[in-house]
């Protein structure tokens, strides 16, 4: 017998049998795309911490949809930057609020693309807190209990204008089960919630703070979003409590420096549909890399991307949607 019996780069010699071999691959059904809405007529604001991104009124909004409607999607999610921002962040209930009156364009221009909602208050109140602030506790800080209702009453309003799924993302405790009660009692049992259940304070969310102008005023979110350092076990209490208010789908966020815990939750619960967020941060870092000539953007991008869905997200929340979609066509 020649030795080694068992050679591993029998499988890896000819491209065909790499292909034939490969486990994780990547499908445009894995993405979902973040798009920012704002007020205005024929905006089209570049982002200049996300090269590549743009705020965009209804009108280019629409022409975004038409463009991206046939690439095959998973779907797009939707950050609105409202044109008053008060305390409470009422633009983001209000049936005429930016982010129903683009939900409404888009179902009319895309009747089959999946519309997903972020249910949050930080691009909404003057405060950028992702909640009610008061100083009940002896200090200014989110209102965890007064928050609740509202985001009930945002998700109902994005559900009628045609959200197809609610994220919510501010890590309010409680905010599936009040969320879920909200879209009951009002007739959307049907319309399913994506969690953001384990998002971590992280500082990976910088470039989308311009993004979506919800930078806080004042402090920071970590006396609600998780402590990086906390162990996965506390990810995996986040996730157990939203499932048991009835999350459909577990996100964890951000994606890269959390595929550890990305793992961890797909491994205890088989079966739960994981969504992972590849932020701002990581898309951002990228991008200035490759502006340099220092990394090549798309290599860069696809093996992010392969890394997240081999620890266990079939669904990838990323900037790179549009890009990803035409490089795994093959373009360059
Ligand atoms: C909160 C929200 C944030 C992101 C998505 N939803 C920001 C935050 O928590 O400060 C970050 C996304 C990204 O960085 O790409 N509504």
Same mark, same amino acid.
């Given at each position: 017998?020649?030795? $080694?019996?068992?050679? *591993?780069?029998?499988?890896?010699?000819?491209?065909?049998?790499?292909?034939?071999?490969?486990?994780?691959?990547?499908?445009?059904?894995?993405?979902?795309?973040? *798009?920012?809405?704002?007020?205005?007529?024929?905006?089209?604001? $570049?982002?200049?911490?996300?090269?590549?991104?743009?705020?965009?009124?209804?009108?280019?909004?629409?022409?975004?949809?038409?463009?991206?409607?046939?690439?095959?999607?998973?779907?797009?999610?939707?950050?609105?930057?409202?044109?008053?921002?008060?305390?409470?962040?009422?633009?983001?209930?209000? +049936?005429?609020?930016?982010?129903?009156?683009?939900?409404?364009?888009?179902?009319?221009?895309?009747?089959?693309?999946?519309?997903?909602?972020?249910?949050?208050?930080?691009?909404?109140?003057?405060?950028?807190?992702?909640?009610?602030?008061?100083?009940?506790?002896?200090?200014?800080?989110?209102?965890?209990?007064?928050?609740?209702? *509202?985001?009930?009453?945002?998700?109902?309003?994005?559900?009628?204008?045609?959200? +197809?799924?609610?994220?919510?993302?501010?890590?309010?405790?409680?905010?599936?089960?009040?969320?879920?009660?909200?879209?009951?009692?009002?007739?959307?049992?049907?319309?399913?919630?994506?969690?953001?259940?384990?998002?971590?304070?992280?500082?990976?969310?910088? $470039?989308?703070?311009?993004?979506?102008?919800?930078?806080?005023?004042?402090?920071?979110?970590?006396?609600?979003?998780?402590? $990086?350092?906390?162990?996965?076990?506390?990810?995996?209490?986040?996730?157990?409590?939203? *499932?048991?208010?009835?999350? +459909?789908?577990?996100?964890?966020?951000?994606?890269?420096?959390?595929? +550890?815990?990305?793992?961890?939750?797909?491994?205890?619960?088989?079966?739960?549909?994981?969504?992972?967020?590849?932020?701002?941060?990581?898309?951002?870092?990228?991008?200035?890399?490759?502006?340099?000539?220092?990394?090549?953007?798309?290599?860069?991008?696809?093996?992010?991307?392969?890394?997240?869905?081999?620890?266990?997200?079939?669904?990838?929340?990323?900037?790179?949607?549009?890009?990803?979609?035409?490089?795994?066509?093959?373009?360059?």
């Amino acid at each position: 017998m020649s030795y $080694p019996a068992t050679r *591993l780069r029998r499988l890896r010699y000819l491209p065909a049998v790499r292909e034939l071999v490969r486990e994780t691959r990547l499908e445009p059904s894995n993405f979902i795309l973040p *798009l920012f809405v704002r007020d205005g007529q024929n905006v089209r604001q $570049p982002i200049s911490s996300m090269p590549g991104q743009f705020q965009l009124s209804l009108d280019q909004f629409e022409l975004e949809i038409q463009r991206i409607k046939d690439l095959k999607l998973g779907g797009v999610i939707l950050f609105g930057i409202p044109p008053h921002k008060d305390a409470v962040g009422s633009d983001s209930y209000s +049936d005429e609020g930016i982010v129903q009156r683009a939900l409404r364009a888009a179902r009319r221009v895309a009747p089959d693309l999946l519309l997903v909602a972020d249910a949050c208050f930080c691009e909404y109140t003057d405060h950028g807190h992702c909640g009610v602030v008061n100083d009940k506790t002896g200090r200014p800080g989110v209102d965890n209990d007064a928050t609740l209702p *509202l985001l009930a009453r945002q998700a109902v309003s994005f559900a009628r204008a045609g959200a +197809d799924l609610i994220a919510p993302s501010g890590m309010m405790d409680g905010m599936v089960g009040a969320i879920r009660g909200g879209l009951d009692e009002a007739g959307f049992s049907h319309v399913p919630i994506m969690s953001y259940a384990v998002k971590y304070a992280s500082a990976f969310y910088g $470039p989308f703070r311009e993004a979506a102008e919800s930078t806080p005023r004042f402090g920071d979110r970590r006396a609600y979003q998780m402590d $990086p350092a906390a162990s996965a076990d506390q990810a995996l209490r986040e996730a157990e409590l939203d *499932l048991a208010e009835g999350a +459909d789908i577990i996100m964890v966020k951000p994606a890269l420096a959390y595929l +550890d815990i990305i793992r961890a939750v797909h491994e205890r619960f088989p079966g739960v549909p994981i969504a992972a967020y590849n932020v701002s941060g990581e898309y951002s870092l990228v991008k200035a890399a490759a502006a340099k000539g220092w990394v090549d953007e798309r290599a860069i991008a696809l093996e992010s991307l392969t890394a997240i869905k081999r620890a266990g997200a079939s669904i990838i929340l990323t900037y790179w949607a549009q890009d990803a979609v035409a490089w795994l066509r093959g373009s360059p």
